[in-house]
Nanobody
Framework: QVQLVESGGGLVQAGGSLRLSCAAS????????MGWYRQAPGKQRELVAAITNGGTTTYADSVKGRFTISRDNAKNTVYLQMSSLKPEDTAVYYCNADGTVVRGSFYQAFGSWGQGTQVTVSS
């Protein structure tokens, strides 16, 4: 199993910044993409940003220019720097990763989610 542990959420005023971190642990052989999703009350979970192991990034239109995703492959960690936060960014933010784990003499694909971290932006 691969565990993803998120940190860095909290309460911030509109216009402020937060940095989320997500560290993956387990019998990881490699991680392909890592990403951040969010789910606001009454809404579907949506992709916020993703990054491949080669550094290619993808952003939701609503966060382009305000959020930056990055990763440290040596630490199996992904970050989300959020700036110019708006009340509509309020949601539970989930980390996601997919890749390959080692199971004895076998390799197996995995896909994992973190437990989520609350981000609340007050107006």
């Amino acid at each position: 199993q691969v565990q993803l542990v998120e940190s860095g959420g909290g309460l911030v005023q509109a216009g402020g910044s937060l940095r989320l971190s997500c560290a993956a642990s387990g019998s990881i052989f490699s991680i392909n993409a890592m990403g951040w999703y969010r789910q606001a009350p009454g809404k579907q979970r949506e992709l916020v940003a993703a990054i491949t192991n080669g550094g290619t990034t993808t952003y939701a239109d609503s966060v382009k220019g305000r959020f930056t995703i990055s990763r440290d492959n040596a630490k199996n960690t992904v970050y989300l720097q959020m700036s110019s936060l708006k009340p509509e960014d309020t949601a539970v933010y989930y980390c996601n990763a997919d890749g390959t784990v080692v199971r004895g003499s076998f390799y197996q694909a995995f896909g994992s989610w973190g437990q989520g971290t609350q981000v609340t932006v007050s107006s």
